[in-house]
Each structure stands twice: as structure tokens, then as C-alpha cells.
């Protein structure tokens, strides 16, 4: 069933929630917001365009998905808590079928993160997908790329590298993104790759504690090389340290998993500096949110992103 433009936007904003901090919803010219006092807004807006930020066959339910975990990551990235946002939307068809199953990934997660959809804009074009989020932060508290200080430790949540490493077995023809992957570790990273996990709580429990903060959409080394440059210093990385999967190493290899974890993109994994003297807090914050944190360097006066053995750091030199 094809749609007309007004019947499409009716589809979007029946799956929409109020709340009390916003005045008006999705249907005026536009919104009306409550911001939180004593707070600082934090805005971000990404796209995602098919073919390019993800295969054309990608289930519109995964790209739904996608589009707003991408911005909830930058949101956790400065350590915002997920307020409301909008969506712009350029389609080739207006489809029943396809805005349904995309609006089931989306407001999987929008309703998880209690993040609401306050507007947007609906055009006829190429597939892409465009958010604008906003998130709240006290102020004072945000997690900024230029705070690092020599001294500090260098962790990264989770496990870098399978998002990569699904996207090179789909390339090489051996995982679809259209359907399950029979053997569980090829699974698993297919569903690193199309269902990134926005690391929200994460980030708000880093507020006071880390000096800066990014999130790995680029690469680790390409997204630490930012802290670095901007921060004013040099950051030291043990390749051995950084975390690999299981899955990913079993299906692709130790080698090219170490590769992937190191420049691949996708990952949405914080990467973030703290003091030292923050390990045994951060272990508990480790802990509360069952989520691994690794230490995988530290900072020292100088310049650039340093990992000696691995050879990945040529490719990231010319960022420099
Ligand atoms: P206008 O002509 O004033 O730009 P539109 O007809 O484009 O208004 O949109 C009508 C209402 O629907 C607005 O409140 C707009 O924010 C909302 N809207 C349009 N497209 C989307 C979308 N893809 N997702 C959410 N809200 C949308
Ligand atoms: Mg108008």
C-alpha cells in the first residue's frame, strides 16, 4: 500500500508519546520543548544513507534501529541523558509495510531510552534517514573531547572490531544481512552491525570521571586521535589490551580481528580518559551496568595516537 504524505506522517506519529516536558508534539510547525532547568542542552544530528551507511537490502526494522542509535551514541558520548528529537526522512516510495517495520526498530529503541519523537520532515529522494537529537546534561557536567590531562588512563567499553568484521564477511558474500546467521558467532556480529547498543548509561555515570570522552563510530585510533588533537597530548595504546571478541576472532582470526577492533568503524563503544585514581569507580560503575570496561593505555604530554606493532597506525597517521 502506497501512502500519501500527510497518511505516512500519521503513521509516524500514532507510534509517538507526549510527556510532560513537551508543550506540542508531532502536527504544528513546530514543537514546543520544556527544557530542564539548571541543565545544558546537548544536540547532535547524524544521517545515514543507503548504500553508503548501510547495504541497500538492510530490513527497514535494522535501519530504524540504526538511525537513532547512532545519535543516542553521541548523546552518551558527552554524557547526556536522551531527551527528544526529530526525524527527516527522504524515501524513494511511501510504503505501509516499509514505515511500519522501521518504526519498529525505531521506537524500539527511542521507548527504551525514553527518547521522544517530536517532529520532522518527509520528502521524496534517494533512501536516507537523518535524526536530530537532544539530550540533557547538568551544567558543567558534560563529557568533551578536550579535557584528556598526561596522567590519565585510556578505557573503551565493550568490544571493538565486529561491527568490521561483519561488514567484511558481508562483503566477502558470506553473511547476509537480510536473514539470521545459522552459526551463532556470525550472529552475533551481525547483530553488532545492524543493532548497535547507544552505551546511554554508560556515559551519564561517567559525569565527574572522565576527563574526555568519544564515541567509536570512525575507528578507535581515527576517534582517539580527536581526543588527542584536541585535548593537546599524546595517547599511548598496548594493542594486546584492546578487546576482541570471541565471535569475531574465531570467525575472522586473531590477526584481522586485532586489525578491526583497532580501525574498523561502527562500534559504538565509548572510548573515554580518567584519572587513576578513578579505577576503583569505575570498576563499580563496570559492575552496576554488567558492562566490561577495558584500560587500554594512558595519556602523556606530545601529540598523535602511538600503538606500537600495529599496523594499522600508518593508516591513521594522515589524520594527523
Ligand atoms: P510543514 O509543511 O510545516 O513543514 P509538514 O507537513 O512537513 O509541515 O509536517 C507536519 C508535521 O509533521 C510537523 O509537525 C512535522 O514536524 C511532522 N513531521 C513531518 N515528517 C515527519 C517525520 N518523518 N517524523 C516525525 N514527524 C514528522
Ligand atoms: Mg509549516
Known amino acids: 500500500m502506497s501512502l500519501a504524505e500527510f497518511a505516512l506522517i500519521e503513521r509516524i506519529r500514532a507510534r509517538s508519546k507526549g510527556r510532560e516536558d513537551i508543550v506540542l508534539g508531532i502536527g504544528d510547525d513546530a514543537a514546543l520543548l520544556q527544557p530542564l532547568a539548571g541543565h545544558w542542552l546537548a544536540v547532535t544530528a547524524d544521517t545515514l544513507n543507503s548504500g553508503v551507511h548501510f547495504p541497500a537490502e538492510t530490513r527497514p526494522a535494522d535501519i530504524g534501529w540504526k538511525t537513532l542509535a547512532v545519535n543516542l551514541s553521541d548523546l552518551a558520548a558527552m554524557g547526556a541523558t536522551p531527551a527528544w528529537g526529530t526525524l527527516a526522512l527522504s524515501l524513494p516510495s511511501a510504503e505501509a509495510e516499509w514505515i511500519d517495520a522501521f518504526a519498529d526498530?525505531?521506537?524500539a529503541l527511542a521507548d527504551a531510552h525514553d527518547w521522544r519523537l517530536i517532529g520532522g520532515d518527509t520528502t521524496r529522494g534517494p533512501l536516507s534517514l537523518s535524526v536530530t537529537a537532544f539530550g540533557h546534561v547538568p551544567q558543567g557536567q558534560a563529557l568533551r573531547r578536550d579535557g584528556a590531562q598526561a596522567g590519565d588512563d585510556v578505557w573503551v567499553s565493550g568490544t571493538l572490531g565486529d561491527a568490521a568484521g561483519a561488514l567484511q564477511l558481508w562483503q566477502r558474500g558470506t553473511l547476509q544481512v537480510t536473514h539470521p546467521a545459522?552459526?551463532?558467532?556470525?550472529?552475533?556480529?551481525?547483530?553488532?552491525?545492524l543493532r548497535p547498543t547507544p552505551r546511554v548509561a554508560l556515559g551519564t555515570a561517567l559525569r565527574?570521571?572522565?576527563?574526555?570522552?568519544?564515541?567509536?563510530?570512525?575507528?578507535?585510533?581515527a576517534d582517539l586521535g580527536h581526543i588527542a588533537a584536541v585535548s593537546g597530548v599524546a595517547v599511548h595504546l598496548n594493542a594486546e589490551l584492546v578487546p576482541c571478541s570471541a565471535s569475531t576472532e574465531r570467525v575472522i582470526g586473531r590477526e584481522a580481528a586485532r586489525q578491526c577492533a583497532l580501525s574498523g568503524g561502527d562500534d559504538y563503544e565509548l572510548c573515554f580518559t580518567a584519572s587513576p585514581s578513578c579505577r576503583a569507580a569505575l570498576a563499580e560503575i563496570a559492575y552496576r551496568l554488567s558492562l566490561d570496561i577495558t584500560r587500554i593505555g594512558h595519556v602523556a604530554s606530545g601529540a598523535g595516537v602511538h600503538c606500537p606493532g600495529s599496523h594499522a597506525r600508518q593508516g591513521y597517521a594522515h589524520f594527523l
Not at 550472529?187 to 553488532?192: C, G, S, Y
Not at 565527574?208 to 585510533?221: C, F, K, P, R
Open 105 to 107: 526498530g525505531f521506537f
Open 182 to 193: 545459522a552459526d551463532a558467532d556470525m550472529e552475533f556480529l551481525r547483530q553488532r552491525l
Open 208 to 221: 565527574g570521571i572522565a576527563t574526555a570522552a568519544v564515541d567509536i563510530s570512525d575507528g578507535l585510533l
